[in-house]
């Protein structure tokens, strides 16, 4: 029983001892969790404090001093003053900012060779300063430069007197935003293989400074980026200047009074240029395309510049809906382009309202030139088509000069031009029909051109049954069978204005005098008619005969009673 018993008590004690040491390990890692825990949740609270921090830089204090120990997220606020350092900023969402506005905070580069804010960090923001003396052209030196970044706000700065005003180079998905970037050396605002940004409501002006290769915006390799209401202007040489940069988009800014206003050049493709204000860039064009294809240039107002809209080797460019008034040459110049679309746009009182400039396979379609020199105005120029245009109160409305052949005009007006509606000059084989001639002087043609097509069947530009030539105000034949075409005094020649042939199948107005078998043109065909001719049974009239002698052949007799006969009761008019 002893033996039992101390058995008994030497397995209790060893159970008691195993669950000891099981206690006592379960506490150990207890206490090594909850260190890990007080770890981590230390670091994290000490981050979240760190994204909140509000830094202040004093006058006499280094903003880059205090930029060096911010954290991601931190804001640093500078106080009103003038600093003078170069920063560079390398702390990702960063927002960096002035106290007061720029017009109270300023920022001068110490050394001039380098900017006065670089940033080399995403998500920056830039807001309210001053920045100047950046002047250094070997270095390229700006007053904001976002160097290889993304994501950044630079917003309500003045970026002046440096040799670029701001530089994004190989930068993507910034804003710029309310910044002006005015009288610096180089370029206002620069974008340099930089994609995706906005630019918005900045001033880019002034930037020359004696430097003749200065520009308000300049982008060099950049695409798809967005130019929204931004003023260009007192630019030294253009206002927005795009090279070998495609599918940007610029709208409603205003850029005047430098020598080009809006350039693209070396491949600049896909671009959209709309509703811009374009004026008094009176050196150069008001809109510049060399080299460019594909771009669409629509609904921009362009005055007093040199020229309004110049393509110059360029192709497959669509020119539509824009104004252009009061250039100094041209309001739109196609030189040495092909397939490129001009529609709807209004040239009014330039020395040329459209020049097609040794330039084929155009079309231009549905344009108003009104009070130019020249409305329209072919030179060298083949195989283009004109349709629906209308020139009017120009000294010529449409002409065509030295072997402009091959051309096709239908459905154009020309009318109350001073000297002449149409005029070719050393142009042959050109197709001319269905077009609305209404002026002193209709035509002068010294080529070999056609006038007309054969009789189709389709409604012509006054209104008539069919296409056959075109309307003259100054045809004085005869309609003798009602089908809308004249049928004598043809061809139709100007007076003699047109050398070779002449139009074979003029237009006449419905209204009319009606056909030579309503004789006494009451406008109904009945025995009033047949009494007439009846009295003059067998006459023998010459030229101009009356109308009793319908088919004017100078016998009246059963041919005439013959066509009386087949428009018996027809209503004439």
């Known amino acids: 029983r002893i033996t039992l018993v101390y058995r008994t008590r030497g397995l209790a004690g060893a159970a008691v001892g195993g669950e000891t040491m099981r206690s006592e390990r379960n506490r150990i890692w207890v206490g ?74 300023t920022v001068f580069a110490a050394v001039n060779t380098s900017d006065v804010f670089r940033v080399t960090a995403n998500s920056v923001t830039i807001t309210g300063f001053t920045v100047r003396n950046a002047t250094d052209s070997a270095s390229s030196a700006s007053g904001i430069h976002l160097h290889v970044v993304q994501h950044c706000s630079v917003s309500d700065n003045n970026a002046s007197g440096n040799y670029n005003g701001i530089y994004l180079y190989s930068s993507s998905n910034n804003t710029l935003m309310g910044n002006i970037a005015n009288s610096n050396y ?26 003749w290769y200065s520009y308000g915006i300049y982008l060099e390799s950049s695409s798809n980026n967005n130019l929204t209401g931004n003023i260009a202007s007192n630019n030294s040489v253009i206002g927005v200047h795009l090279i070998s940069s495609s599918s940007n988009n610029l709208n409603s800014n205003r850029i ?31 809109i510049y395309l060399h080299s460019s294809s594909n771009n669409e240039v629509v609904a921009n107002n362009l005055h007093y510049n040199g020229d309004g809209i110049l393509i110059d080797y360029s192709d497959n460019n669509n020119i539509t809906g824009n104004t252009a008034c009061n250039c100094t040459n041209a309001a739109i110049i196609l030189r040495f382009s092909s397939k490129n679309t001009l529609s709807r746009n209004t040239v009014l009182g330039n020395p040329c309202g459209v020049f097609i400039s040794v330039s084929s396979n155009n079309s231009l379609t549905s344009n108003t030139a009104s009070n130019n020199n020249r409305g329209i105005y072919l030179y060298s120029s083949s195989n283009n088509i004109l349709t629906k245009n209308t020139a009017s109160n120009n000294y010529y409305g449409i002409d065509l000069y030295s072997s402009s052949n091959n051309n096709t005009l239908m459905g154009n007006t020309a009318n109350s031009n001073n000297y002449c509606g149409i005029h070719l000059r050393n142009s042959s084989t050109n197709l001319i029909y269905n077009n609305y001639f209404d002026n002193t002087n209709n035509a002068q043609d010294d080529g070999n051109n056609i006038w007309n097509i054969s009789k189709t069947a389709g409604t012509n530009i006054i209104n008539g049954s ?38 074979w199948l003029p237009l006449v107005k419905a209204g009319a005098p009606p056909g030579r078998w309503d004789i006494n043109e009451d406008c109904t065909v009945n025995f009033i008619d047949l009494a007439i001719l009846s009295a003059h049974w067998l ?35």
């Open 32 to 105: 090594l969790l909850f260190a890990v825990l007080l770890t981590v949740l230390t670091f994290v609270s000490g981050g979240c404090v760190s994204a909140a921090t509000t830094r202040y830089v004093n006058l006499g204090d280094s903003i880059q001093d205090v930029v060096d120990v911010a954290d991601h997220g931190d804001t640093v606020i500078v106080r009103d003053g003038t600093f003078t350092e170069n920063v560079v900023v390398n702390v990702a969402n960063l927002t960096l900012r002035s106290e007061n506005g720029s017009a109270s905070t």
């Open 186 to 211: 180089h370029c206002g605002i620069r974008l340099d293989s930089s994609s995706n940004n906005t630019l918005t409501n900045n001033s880019a002006s002034n930037n020359s400074c004696g430097s």
């Open 256 to 286: 005047y009074n430098n020598k080009y206003g809006i350039s693209l050049g070396d491949s600049s493709n896909n671009n959209t240029i709309y509703d811009n204000d374009v004026s008094n860039n009176s050196f150069g064009s008001g």
């Open 466 to 503: 069919y296409l056959g030539g075109n309307y003259w105000s100054d045809y004085t034949g005869k309609d003798t069978n009602g089908d809308g075409l004249g049928d004598t005094s043809v061809p139709y020649n100007s007076s003699g204005y047109i050398i070779n042939g002449g139009d």
């Open 539 to 573: 006459e023998t009239p010459t030229a101009p005969y009356p109308r009793y002698d319908i088919n004017e052949d100078g016998v009246v007799n059963f041919i005439d009673l013959t066509i009386l006969s087949a428009h018996w009761l027809e209503t004439t008019c």
